[in-house]
């Protein structure tokens, strides 16, 4: 059974039935029946059908922020702001698509030559319960809109939000184009096998990537992974230290801290650390864990018990190795509050490992020699912000940086008009922009002589 628990009062919300593996063949041959009348509709029609997605979503946003607190915690007007940007992105994906898929014509030793771009089949993603609606939007949609069908195994507390974005989604485009998998992760490899399954995607850890990727190569199919970070937020000599502390604020805590994009290393040259830290912490003392639903709490429970307690785990390895704990530390339950280390070093948890809750951990450097170093020494590679008044100097330095993204002035966030995607154990492979639009196509050459 897959269960949602409301992670702050610990009371359960509801069971779902899991699918056997007949009704799990039965759910990909319907999305790959309608998968082929929907391939045949004029680029044009589906566009303008989904884009009939943006304007339900907005209908129900706040039934949609509801649900996302109840589930997995996410303060409510958090989760609103999600689903306005899961809209907006819809609408920006819908006035691309024409241009990004239209044939290319290229010259070549031929009468004519072109590349069109033909839909795969069916695509799966394997999604989180971080971000519930917009992990499965900035996939789901380009490929839909190329003309695929498209199945979700959705992480199993966010059952409840998977299940509204099918609705949603069908009532737009047609029964069983978007399909939940309600299943045992031990049967996604299944799902992955099925002839009518051609390309995967995943966000999550870098254990579930791994174990798609071995199952998606076994099976000769492309798969994009989306996996962990540790992002630097780099605080130069010459930083505005009042937007760096205001950005960082934002960059660690948003969400409970519950990102892979967060501000999870924040490197602060020597002669701004004392700056910095006492307006920083002086700031995260402020930050109160509450009740998910009140419209004033900016940090709502973390989704799970199991995770605050690994995320305590993290803080205490920490200190043990030589940090100092400046603000926080305490948990009860799923309640982890907003917590300051100082002092982090690599060879420490808070450093070299991911912390995926509301734990901000602050270290130094002397020279742009040894920030590179630091920022370079994570095995992770989804991005980093840096904080400077030379934008120009920080520009070349950006080729330096072994991230699949460089922010100057700003936090890491992800643009459905940029691509978005890490290095290393980050992942491989880009969602969004004209990169991501086309992940799930065949580009196909088409050649006259």
Request: charged share 20%.
């Amino acid at each position: 059974m897959a269960r949602s628990i409301n992670p702050y009062t610990q009371q359960s919300i509801r069971e779902y039935a899991e699918l056997n593996l007949v009704q799990l063949d039965s759910r990909i041959d319907a999305c790959s029946s309608a998968q082929k009348s929907w391939s045949s509709k004029a680029l044009n029609e589906r566009i303008q059908l989904v884009k009939g997605v943006s304007k339900r979503m907005l209908n129900v946003k706040q039934e949609l922020a509801v649900l996302a607190a109840t589930e997995m915690g996410k303060p409510i007007t958090q989760g609103i702001q999600e689903v306005e940007k899961c809209a907006w992105a819809i609408d920006l994906m819908c006035a691309q698509a024409a241009d990004i898929l239209k044939t290319k014509v290229i010259s070549a030793e031929a009468q004519e030559s072109y590349v069109q771009h033909d839909p795969l089949g069916l695509v799966l993603g394997v999604m989180p319960w971080n971000y519930p609606y917009w992990q499965v939007i900035r996939y789901a949609i380009p490929a839909l809109i190329s003309g695929n069908g498209v199945l979700l195994k959705h992480a199993s507390n966010v059952t409840g939000a998977a299940l509204a974005i099918e609705s949603l989604i069908c009532q737009a485009v047609g029964n069983d184009l978007f399909s939940v998998l309600i299943l045992k992760v031990s049967n996604v490899s299944k799902v992955i096998e099925n002839f009518q399954v051609r390309a995967v995607t995943l966000t999550g850890s870098e254990a579930a990537g791994s174990a798609v990727a071995m199952a998606a190569g076994k099976a000769i199919k492309p798969v994009v992974l989306e996996l962990g970070g540790s992002n630097a937020f780099v605080v130069m000599k010459d930083a505005d230290v009042e937007l760096a502390v205001k950005d960082a604020i934002v960059g660690r805590f948003q969400n409970s801290g519950q990102s892979c994009i967060a501000a999870k290393r924040i490197l602060v040259h020597s002669s701004l650390e004392k700056e910095f830290t006492e307006k920083f912490a002086a700031r995260v003392k402020r930050l109160w864990v509450g009740d998910p639903m009140d419209e004033h709490c900016y940090v709502g429970p973390m989704a799970r018990v199991d995770l605050a307690e690994e995320l305590h785990d993290q803080v205490e390895r920490s200190m043990a190795a030589g940090a100092k704990l400046l603000v926080g530390g305490r948990y009860q339950g799923a309640t982890y509050s907003p917590t300051v280390l100082t002092g982090v070093k690599p060879g420490m948890p808070a450093f070299d490992e991911e912390t995926f809750g509301p734990v901000a951990a602050i270290g130094t450097f002397d020279s742009n020699e040894d920030m590179l170093a630091l920022v370079n020494s994570s095995k992770y590679g989804l991005g980093v912000s840096l904080y400077s008044s030379d934008v120009q100097g920080i520009k070349t330095l950006a080729s330096q940086f072994d991230e699949g993204a460089v922010f100057i002035n700003s936090i890491v966030k992800s643009d459905p008009r940029l691509p978005f995607g890490g290095t290393k154990l980050s992942g491989f492979g880009r969602e969004l922009g004209e990169v991501g639009f086309l992940n799930f196509v065949n580009h196909k050459t088409v050649y006259v002589g």
